[in-house]
């Protein structure tokens, strides 16, 4: 049997040493969910929140089997590799095994000075703005960029435990650098940019307008790259790589 954790710091000392916002979040009981094998006293446990699922202790079938949300896509991180041979095992070629870079955490690490050099570099035929209740109904029906407010359950909840810097273009957002997640301290930044406007530092723009908006409140915007463009961008705002791991797409079509 699998349950979910009414109280979620039981699950803490499986996850100890985890630097994972996304699991902060669920162990503080913010955003996401727990799961494990026994309520008193488990043995694994699973932090889901959007398409992420994080499993830790013992490696359990059962669990890792497990989706409470039925995605037909979401991405498994195993703590250790006996872990990921269970995944492995359990999901066969419906597991593509992929490399995601880990970003250290220093908070005393960002130039403010140059990330307001590179804000202020952006062409006056764009307009940059924070995320305020009219844009966040908005980015909910934009489907390449809902993920900047799709965790949250309502704007209230954004406010509390969100932020984001959209850029627009003739009144339509083509970028931006929002909350995918926020734990109580920070939050998981998602950025993205529409395809037909990549690779005009859009992207750099909206990242150092976010970081310094964070700072601002004292917030830690934690980075986590999905691919290496997403680890120079963070280097370029001030960010240092820490190290690559390994991660399983799940995709019920395969």
Not at 166 to 186: F, H, L, R, W
Request: aromatic fraction near 12%; proline fraction near 4%.
């Amino acid at each position: 049997m699998i349950y979910e954790l009414n109280i979620p710091q039981k699950a803490a000392p499986l996850f100890k040493g985890w630097h994972e916002t996304m699991i902060w979040s669920c162990l503080q009981g913010i955003m996401g969910k727990i799961y494990t094998d026994n309520i008193e006293n488990p043995a694994c446990a699973m932090a889901v929140l959007g398409d992420f699922y994080f499993l830790a202790g013992k490696p359990n079938t059962e669990l890792a089997q497990y989706d409470p949300q039925r995605k037909k896509f979401r991405i498994i991180v195993p703590q250790n590799d006996a872990i990921a041979a269970c995944i492995e095992s359990c999901y066969k070629n419906k597991a593509k095994k992929v490399t995601r870079y880990a970003i250290k955490k220093e908070p005393k690490v960002f130039d403010k000075k140059r990330l307001q050099s590179i804000v202020d570099s952006l062409s006056d035929s764009y307009e940059l703005r924070m995320v305020d209740e009219e844009m966040f109904g908005r980015l909910v029906h934009i489907s390449w960029c809902k993920d900047w407010v799709s965790q949250y359950s309502s704007y209230q909840a954004y406010q509390k435990y969100g932020i984001g810097a959209v850029i627009c273009k003739d009144g339509e957002p083509v970028s931006g650098a929002s909350s995918y997640s926020g734990y109580a301290g920070g939050i998981e930044v998602e950025i993205d940019t529409r395809k037909d406007y990549r690779r005009k530092g859009l992207a750099s723009v909206c990242g150092a307008k976010l970081v310094l908006e964070c700072l601002e409140r004292g917030w830690y915007p934690s980075w986590d790259a999905q691919n290496l463009w997403s680890v120079a961008l963070a280097e370029k705002l001030g960010y240092h790589f820490d190290r690559a791991y390994p991660a399983y797409e799940i995709d019920q079509d395969t």
